[in-house]
């Protein structure tokens, strides 16, 4: 958390210092009334946009799955959020949504045929998790500070041709090219220091990591081969997903938004018979630790 709020300081300080930069401080002020107008629109829309820009159905009550997500919201201590098929043969999976009264999971159809359903439990889990620390929030916030500069690193040539810019033509082109360079990283490093904590919340609200620990690397070896076309699309969403679903800078660490998925499996397996499971007063009828599921698609008669 302390990482994550000293990140999100230098984000702001990031797009303060651009904005003054460009336009002294009338510039300051332009880009603190441009950030308050699109953090809110974002705010407000961002889960209906990405839902949106993926072609995501909604999954009705009763269903197999919405089911799944319910039980697993139970064991989480969460409103039951609304849940998502998205057509793509990619496993993959999201959660969206500006705070847990108004959040969404979404699941690949891929995620649905390829996986057992210890491992789309753990999954599922995993992205409730990051619903209930706040993560689609802080996540959201940052993708549009990183949206916002890259905006003001546009106006850098109206804002170098005023009498009180701070930068001559050199610095603009640097403020230019740097400027969303740097926001783009920051918010990378915002979206990897959020995995391993939703990978351990995920562990405990599905009651055994070793569950997500088999999803992780299933998904990262189908990711590897299998094209998301709506993540080619749309790269700046890559983020949301909880295995990177693109295939640019898979293996560059500086430009990843995941952690080392190596990594994050071995954090789990270290976590096997430590995990203490989320306690909830209600009855969930997730499967119990220890019990195995050889079924590939849960839902395939249906």
Known sequence: MIKTAMLMAAMTALFGFAGTMLGGFEGLLIAIILAMAINLFAWYNSDKMVLKMYGAEEVPRGHPFYELVANLS????????????????????????????????????????????????????????????????????????????????????????????????????????????????????????????????????????????????????????????????????????????LHAHAHDKLFSTHPSTENRIAALKAMAGKVKPIQSNHRSSIPKIGRKSHTKNPWANM
């Open 74 to 245: 139970l064991n989480a201590q969460l409103p039951v959020p609304k849940v998502y098929e998205i057509k793509s043969d990619q496993p993959n999976a999201f959660a969206t949504g500006r705070n847990p009264e108004n959040a969404a999971v979404a699941a690949t159809t891929g995620l649905l045929k390829r996986l057992n359903q210890n491992e789309i439990a753990a999954v599922m889990a995993h992205e409730l998790a990051h619903i209930k620390n706040k993560d689609t929030t802080i996540m959201v916030v940052a993708a549009t500070f990183a949206g916002a500069i890259s905006m003001l690193a546009n106006f850098a040539m109206f804002f170098g041709g005023r009498r009180n810019s701070n930068m001559g033509f050199i610095g603009l082109i640097a403020m230019m090219i740097l400027a969303p360079l740097a926001a783009s990283l920051i918010q990378m490093a915002i979206s990897r220091s959020r995995e391993y904590i939703a990978d351990r919340v995920g562990a405990e609200i599905c009651g055994n990591p070793l569950w997500l620990a088999s999803a992780l690397k299933s998904i990262q070896g189908f990711a590897s081969k299998i094209d998301n076309h709506g993540a080619e699309r749309n790269p700046s969403t890559a983020h949301m997903f909880i295995i990177n679903p």
